[in-house]
C-alpha cells in the first residue's frame, strides 16, 4: 500500500504547479483525503482536505481561492492545483487519507489524524 506524491518542484512567485497524489494497492475508498505542508523549522500544516463521500472541502485561510483540491476516481488519484503561489508555500507537501469517519473534514484537516501518508514532493516558491 502506497501514496505517491508527485508534481512538486521549483516555481517563481506568481507560478502554478499541480500536485498528484496515487494511491497504488489499496482496495477500499477512503473517507477523506488530505494534503499537508511543512514548510522549514515549521510544524506540519493542513492545506486542503476533501470527504469522498460528501464531496465536502476545507481549505485553510491561507490558500483559499488560489489552491482547489479535486480527484479522479477512475485513476484512484488525488490532486492539488496551486495558482498564485507566493515564498510561503514552499515546504515538503504530504498527502494522506483515511477510510475512518473520524471527524469532520476540517476537524481532521487541523488535526492531521490520518493513518496512510505519503513521502512528500518538495515544492520551492522562489525567484
Known amino acids: 500500500l502506497q501514496l505517491v506524491e508527485s508534481g512538486g518542484g521549483l516555481v517563481q512567485p506568481g507560478g502554478s504547479l499541480r500536485l498528484s497524489c496515487a494511491r497504488n494497492?489499496?482496495?477500499?475508498?477512503?473517507?477523506?483525503v488530505g494534503w499537508f505542508r511543512q514548510a522549514p523549522g515549521k510544524e506540519r500544516e493542513g492545506v486542503s482536505c476533501?470527504?469522498?463521500?460528501?464531496?465536502?472541502?476545507f481549505y485553510a485561510d491561507s490558500v483559499k481561492g488560489r489552491f482547489t483540491i479535486s480527484r479522479d476516481i477512475a485513476k484512484d488519484t488525488v490532486y492539488l492545483e496551486m495558482k498564485d503561489l507566493k515564498p510561503e508555500d514552499t515546504g515538503v507537501y504530504f498527502c494522506?487519507?483515511?477510510?475512518?469517519?473520524?471527524?469532520?473534514?476540517?476537524?481532521?484537516?487541523?488535526?492531521?489524524?490520518?493513518?496512510?501518508w505519503g513521502l512528500g514532493t518538495r515544492v520551492t516558491v522562489s525567484s
Open positions: 494522506a487519507t483515511d477510510p475512518r469517519r473520524l471527524a469532520t473534514i476540517q476537524q481532521l484537516c487541523t488535526t492531521g489524524d490520518f493513518n496512510s
Open positions: 494497492g489499496y482496495s477500499i475508498d477512503y473517507y477523506a
Open positions: 476533501l470527504s469522498s463521500s460528501t464531496e465536502t472541502t
